[in-house]
């Protein structure tokens, strides 16, 4: 018998791989909303979603809080699903910017036991596959996702590897800035300001990279293990 995300696939005519019995389902989400005939979105699957985004970032969130985030998903254009034998194990999010020429990933987040196999990058590339626009962006605060930006990307931008960002970067920071207006960017360092109500972690997880985990210290105003600022990343695909 198939699961409630494999039915969910089938029905949304997701595109999915599947390699070493794990799968990748990838949505339009405007096909996502609502099943046909007006039906909801399983409860199964939305119990999931919440539980991923409580663990992934190491603190209990409020229902609220949990809630908007996972609505927050669905309102984008694209959705991957990762999951194994009717198991959920994380899900990203992505919109297409073709103005600016930019995908915008939203996040990518698997299960603590999934961690470390994968997971995020088979997702992201997922999404990225329906692109076919030449540059990746995307925000975060956390070191080890600079290193998954790299991962994904030919090219990352800013690195702490260098100090000059490529005039054509530049020219894509300043056309996602003018669809937010209220970001408080710095065309220097590309750190956007206090954009965040609070943390997303009780404290900033740290790469393998000491030098890597300093410049993130240092540019985002790391204290205690916390800050509110964050990195505008743009890559080249």
């Known amino acids: 018998m198939r699961s409630d995300v494999e039915i969910f696939a089938v029905e949304h005519n997701a595109v999915t791989t599947t390699q070493n019995d794990v799968s990748v389902s990838v949505f339009n989400t405007s096909d996502v909303l609502l099943f046909p005939g007006g039906g909801r979105i399983p409860e199964g699957i939305i119990a999931s979603l919440e539980a991923i985004v409580k663990e992934s970032f190491g603190m209990d969130l409020s229902g609220r809080a949990t809630n908007e985030s996972v609505r927050s998903v669905l309102k984008t254009e694209h959705l991957a699903l990762l999951h194994s ?45 329906r692109a076919s626009l030449p540059f990746v962006a995307g925000t975060t605060q956390n070191p080890i996702i600079f290193h998954f930006f790299k991962s994904l990307c030919s090219e990352v931008y800013p690195s702490f590897e260098s100090g000059s960002i490529p005039e054509d970067i530049c020219e894509l920071s300043k056309g996602l800035i003018e669809r937010h207006p209220s970001w408080r960017f710095n065309p220097t360092t590309f750190v956007l300001e206090g954009f965040y109500g609070q943390c997303l972690y009780p404290s900033i997880p740290l790469s393998r990279d000491h030098d890597v985990n300093a410049w993130f210290t240092k540019k985002l105003r790391i204290k205690s293990g916390v800050t509110r600022d964050a990195f505008l990343f743009i890559g080249r695909i």
């Open 85 to 129: 034998r009717g198991m959920l194990l994380g899900f990203a999010s992505a919109d297409s910017i073709p103005d600016v020429g930019v995908f915008y990933l939203h996040g990518a987040v698997v299960t603590s036991s999934f961690k470390g196999k994968g997971g995020s990058l088979s997702l992201a590339r997922a999404l990225v596959a």
